[in-house]
């Protein structure tokens, strides 16, 4: 996910390697931080694989570059928003990294797409706790710290599947409006 964040920013505009850092260290925040032990090799990978360029800086002092993205870039990052990897779907922070870019698909049919797989995720049964292969849910937790993150997750859940029908156009099924709380339940847990 970190290649998608380099790439999506640098289709916006060319950037100094430190602008970038920050520019990716506020999307991922502080579940992901953006250290230079992870950002700049993954520059270089992706300098070397043609993605982007590399180019000195004059103005900024001896040792500063800018970075630009590639036509090849442009296309690599494309197809990455148009095809999430399942993983990139159901994390909660690498979902976020492909939504921060997903404008940059010109067809709005293709953004859809994506959201819809990210809906599809959401609507599954899911908990953190299971009692063999049926979920829990928030009401069949005693404890009160792991009912607590039940209840918490289903709420972020329902907030992003109302904005995710909404984007896509659509009104809530009628089933949603008629479950009670105990049906519903808890997205899969987010991974770091």
Do not use: C
């Not at 602008?19 to 270089?44: C, F, H, K, M, W």
């Amino acid at each position: 996910m970190l290649e998608l964040a380099i790439l999506g920013f640098l289709a916006e505009a060319p950037l100094p390697g430190h602008e970038l850092r920050r520019r990716v260290s506020q999307l991922t925040g502080y579940t992901r931080p953006a250290s230079d032990g992870s950002l700049y090799p993954a520059i270089n990978r992706l300098t070397k694989a043609g993605l982007i360029e590399r180019r000195a800086d004059p103005a900024a002092g001896a040792a500063r570059y800018v970075l630009s993205l590639t036509p090849a870039g442009r296309a690599d990052m494309l197809q990455r928003l148009r095809k999430p990897a399942g993983h990139e779907i159901t994390d909660f922070t690498r979902f976020y990294i492909v939504l921060a870019f997903l404008s940059h698909l010109p067809d709005v049919a293709e953004q859809h797409a994506v959201l819809r797989r990210r809906l599809e995720f959401l609507e599954e049964p899911a908990s953190f706790f299971y009692d063999n292969d049926r979920p829990l849910r928030a009401e069949e937790i005693t404890d009160p710290y792991r009912r607590g993150m039940l209840l918490t997750a289903r709420a972020t859940s329902r907030a992003e599947q109302t904005w995710l029908r909404e984007a896509l156009g659509e009104t809530p099924p009628a089933s949603d409006t008629t479950r009670s709380d105990s049906d519903q339940h808890a997205p899969a847990a987010p991974t770091s």
